[in-house]
């Protein structure tokens, strides 16, 4: 099962890297545009958040050092060994919730130039993680935060492939289901409703940041479902509400190996493979070794710290 920080013991890092979108060049060239455009430095960063460290890998691309940080002891492990031939002395392991990171917690004791976290805030009390992750930015220091949604968008198309999108729709729609029976039941409190809020529920005080934007793709979509509640935005005035130019900025040709791939690891503890095993077989016929094009709808989040 899993708690409010998406630990799931039966998680599968390989099966998530593999059937999980990928964010692309865009969503960093993007942070690190806007980090430049306020005279960010590239010292240290730290990941919020980071499972396994994909974020982190990204990172360490640009900064001298980074501490990559979960909640959860048996990811941070995890990412340590993901990074067991990196060379130790530019990367740091801190287990940690973002409403209790602090300055005197991160390996070198002093504020970083970014903090990034990706996936992860809808499950955190944001209120309270935005004054931690600004306690340790320095000033002109970048927050980046993002999201995209678990329930994609198929392509409509005609023929068979019109008939595997219905059928991938129906095995989503009974993950739902079993999603609010075992492990969270839909509400303004739950991390679902953050999700469907794309990130509009996270504040950011006038005395603390600067230069906030938001940037869409797919606005008229659910993040993950219709008939679920949403957070109330705090969106304030003066913050930018914008859309990426492309708006399949998350996408992927998706075979049945990944669509099959990306429903079992979705949520680990929905066993899809056996409460659904008609339907994949279904849905494996429909797909015809075909592929079908895959859209996630997506939001991301800028600010500086004063």
């Known amino acids: 099962m899993a708690d409010k920080n998406f630990n799931f013991s039966s998680m599968d890092w390989d099966g998530y890297i593999q059937f999980r979108p990928v964010y692309p060049r865009e969503v960093y060239s993007t942070i690190y545009a806007y980090h430049d455009s306020h005279g960010g430095a590239y010292d240290s960063a730290v990941d919020i958040g980071a499972g396994v460290g994909i974020v982190s890998g990204e990172l360490v691309k640009k900064f001298s050092h980074v501490t990559v940080t979960d909640p959860s002891e048996l990811y941070v492990s995890s990412a340590k060994s993901h990074f067991a031939t990196f060379p130790q002395e530019r990367i740091s392991f801190l287990q940690t919730k973002a409403e209790d990171i602090s300055v005197e917690k991160l390996p070198k004791g002093k504020q970083v130039d970014l903090v990034t976290a990706a996936e992860c805030l809808h499950w955190a009390d944001v209120e309270v993680a935005a004054r931690r992750i600004a306690s ?171």
């Not at 938001?214 to 606005?219: L, N, Q, S």
């Not at 509400?241 to 949520?267: Q, R």
């Open 136 to 306: 340790v930015l320095k000033p002109g220091g970048t927050f980046a935060t993002w999201l995209y949604g678990p329930q994609p968008i198929l392509s409509e198309q005609c023929g068979v492939l019109a008939e595997a999108r219905e059928i991938f729709y129906d095995i989503y729609g009974k993950m739902i289901r079993q999603y609010e029976t075992q492990i969270e039941k839909p509400s303004e409190k739950s991390g679902g409703a953050a999700m469907n809020a794309r990130l509009n529920h996270m504040p950011f005080s006038m005395d603390t940041w600067t230069d906030v934007r938001r940037i869409h793709t797919k606005t008229e979509s659910s993040m993950v479902h219709r008939g679920w509640s949403s957070k109330s935005s705090k969106v304030s005035e003066g913050e930018k509400v914008e859309k990426f130019a492309n708006e399949n900025l998350l996408s992927h040709d998706a075979d049945y190996e990944y669509l099959e791939g990306y429903l079992v690891n979705w949520i680990p503890p929905i066993k899809v493979k056996e409460f659904a095993k008609v339907e994949l077989a279904r849905l494996q016929k429909a797909m015809g070794g075909q592929k079908i094009g895959v859209i996630w709808p997506f939001v991301l989040v800028l600010a500086t710290r004063k």
